[in-house]
């Protein structure tokens, strides 16, 4: 069993930032690939970015590229989303994600195993 705790989230001003993160139990935080997800009210949860084992490989939406960094650092267990520029649009909870034993990025919520609680942010225009 895999447990994920996300914190970071909160409210800011358009053009401001946020750094989420996400703290992964287990011993086998290197084999996880990871991913951040939003989901707005009324909306579907959606794909922000993803990134593999090693950091190696990364994935962004389109809606986020140039703003989002996603990163990791295996040595912590933890799961990062710098965000920058923020827009209202961005608005949402945001979630990290799972998938163990599995060394490729991972785009799609089907794929994922495990879910941390999710953390809302805010953004005011």
């Known amino acids: 069993q895999v447990q994920l705790v996300e914190s970071g989230g909160g409210l800011v001003q358009a053009g401001g930032s946020l750094r989420l993160s996400c703290v992964a139990s287990?011993?086998?935080?290197?084999?996880?690939?990871m991913g951040w997800f939003h989901q707005a009210p009324g909306k579907e949860r959606e794909i922000v970015a993803a990134?593999?084992?090693?950091?190696?490989?990364?994935y962004y939406a389109d809606s986020v590229k140039g703003r989002f960094t996603i990163s990791r650092d295996n040595a912590k267990n933890t799961l990062y989303l710098q965000m920058n520029s923020l827009k209202p649009e961005d608005t949402a909870v945001y979630y990290c994600?799972?998938?163990?034993?599995?060394?490729?990025?991972?785009?799609?919520?089907?794929?994922?195993?495990?879910w941390g609680q999710g953390t809302q942010v805010t953004v005011s225009s």
């Open positions: 990134i593999n084992w090693n950091g190696g490989s990364t």
């Open positions: 287990g011993r086998t935080f290197s084999s996880y690939a």
């Open positions: 994600a799972a998938r163990v034993s599995s060394y490729s990025t991972k785009i799609y919520s089907y794929e994922y195993n495990y």
